[in-house]
Structures are given as C-alpha cells and as structure tokens.
C-alpha cells in the first residue's frame, strides 16, 4: 500500500476514535428523576439527589443551581449531594441542576424538573370605574412549566360564563408565560359590570381566580356635591316649617302697651287712704 494512503487511513481512523474516547472519559451522573409537586396542603418535602459515579478526573466541589442562578450554602465537595425542600409550593417548581467542578476538565451537570400547577398569586380583586372610561384587569402566577399561551378569560353570569377574546375590538386580551392582562374599551354600565376570571392552565392542572369589575354613572362624580346640597336644603324646610309652627304666645303683640299693668288691689287701696282722711 502507498505510504501516503496508509497515513490516510491513520488519520482517518484517529479521527472516528476522538469522539468515542471523549464520550468515555466523560463523568456520569445519575440523578433524580422529574418530581410533581402534590397540590396538596401543606405538600410533603421533596429531595433531590445527585451522584458524580464516574469521573476521569478528581472532581472539586458541587453545587446546585435554580433557573440559571446558584443556590446559596449549596457548596460541598460530596459526590453524593441532596437538596431538600421542605414545604414545597408552586413557586418552588423549575429547572434544578447539579453542578460538579473538575480541576483539569470543563464543569459537568445534571438537571431535575420539579413541576407543579399554576399558582395564581397576583390579580385585582375588584375594579371600579365610570361609563366610557377603559378598564384594566391582570392576573400573575407561578408554576412550571409555565402555562405560556394557556390563560383564558371569561365572564362569569351565576352559573354560565361567556369566553373572551380579541375578536370583539372592545375587549383586549395580551398574555406571557406567567402573566395576562385583560383591557375592556369604552365601558357599557349596563354591559360590562361583573364577574371576570382569568384561567391559568399547564401540563400538570390549572388554576381561576375572579375580579369583580363595577362601572358608574356619568353623574358619580357629582354625587358628594348632590348630596351636601340635599342636606341644606332639608336643613332649610325644617327651619321654615318650625318658624311657622311656632306657638302664639311666643310672638308679641305689637298693639299690647309695655310695661308693667295696674292692678285692682293697687286702686283699692288709694280708695281706702281716701276715705280715711274723710273721717278725721
């Protein structure tokens, strides 16, 4: 065979093994499997675990990480690493990872999903609003994965409801991952007063919370002044009505003379002092 031809396949050869010897050499790490949060309350702790079975190359620490960032006082140097959640909610779910630092070779990782169903934790309780003017509700949650797409609004009416959409051009739904926002134009007062729900929905469940959205009249915001007139002028009738019905006796008589009147006795006893000088 030609000397070039066999450096060829030399070559050839060496460079088929690369990726096979790379594949070997790197470290293993069994790790837990994906974990669904009970929806239970409270929910039972979760662990997980990670185990560095093969590596090449001595390893130097390890740590766990949560949706890119590290998770504080995880550092160890164990190859048999555990992390614990105690009392699990939906805000606990994610992307969890081990990490495990090598002092001459690139990091290796593991990921564990720890799911759950969305956990509505911010929205508007109730809305108040004049006729015309534009409302705005919003709901927030929690969970993964994230229920991306899957919000839905409707209008509550007792026991039936009314989906919601754009279609309309009075109703405006945007939505992203764990937010939704729901934005009615032009209010109707006999319309558009009630109870609103927005729906959260992922692989795992879903979860509804409500607003309740009241709409006033053009004249609310006179009310306060409407009603401080009211009063005057209640306050004013019943002085009216009183200084009519006031007793007679308390208005003097302009044609009465003032002063102090004469009495009988008083003439009586001049009579007297008269008829005594007679008789001396």
């Known amino acids: 065979m030609h000397p070039y031809a066999v450096m060829l396949a030399v070559l050839l050869l060496g460079n088929l093994m690369v990726p096979f010897v790379s594949a070997q050499n790197e470290p293993k790490i069994n790790a837990s499997d994906e974990i669904i949060l009970s929806a239970d309350s409270p929910s039972k702790p979760v662990t997980l675990l990670c185990n560095l079975t093969t590596a090449h190359t001595p390893h130097k620490e390890s740590f766990w990480m949560k949706k890119g960032q590290e998770i504080p006082n995880t550092r160890t140097e164990h190859g048999n690493i555990a992390y614990r959640i105690n009392k699990p909610r939906a805000d606990d779910s994610g992307e969890y990872m081990c990490v495990y630092t090598f002092v001459t070779a690139p990091n290796a990782n593991a990921t564990i999903e720890v799911k759950a169903k969305p956990d509505i934790t911010g929205h508007k309780r109730s809305e108040n609003k004049n006729e015309g003017e534009n409302a705005t509700m919003y709901c927030k949650s929690v969970g993964y994965p994230h229920p991306t797409w899957t919000w839905t609004w409707r209008k509550v009416d007792g026991t039936s409801f009314t989906e919601l959409d754009n279609s309309t051009g009075r109703f405006f739904i945007t939505s992203r991952e764990n937010y939704t926002e729901l934005n009615i134009l032009d209010l109707d007062i006999n319309k558009d007063p009630g109870v609103y729900e927005c729906n959260a929905t992922n692989m795992i469940g879903n979860t509804a919370e409500t607003t309740i959205l009241r709409v006033r009249s053009h004249l609310a915001?006179?009310?306060?002044?409407?009603?401080?007139?009211?009063?005057?002028?209640?306050?004013?009738?019943?002085?009216?009505?009183?200084?009519?019905?006031?007793?007679?006796?308390?208005?003097?008589?302009?044609?009465?003379?003032?002063?102090?009147?004469?009495?009988n006795s008083t003439n009586n006893h001049k009579d007297k002092n008269i008829r005594q000088r007679n008789t001396k």
């Open 221 to 263: 915001p006179l009310w306060p002044f409407l009603g401080v007139l009211a009063e005057i002028i209640i306050l004013v009738v019943i002085i009216v009505v009183y200084e009519k019905r006031k007793r007679p006796d308390d208005i003097i008589d302009d044609d009465e003379p003032v002063g102090p009147m004469k009495t």
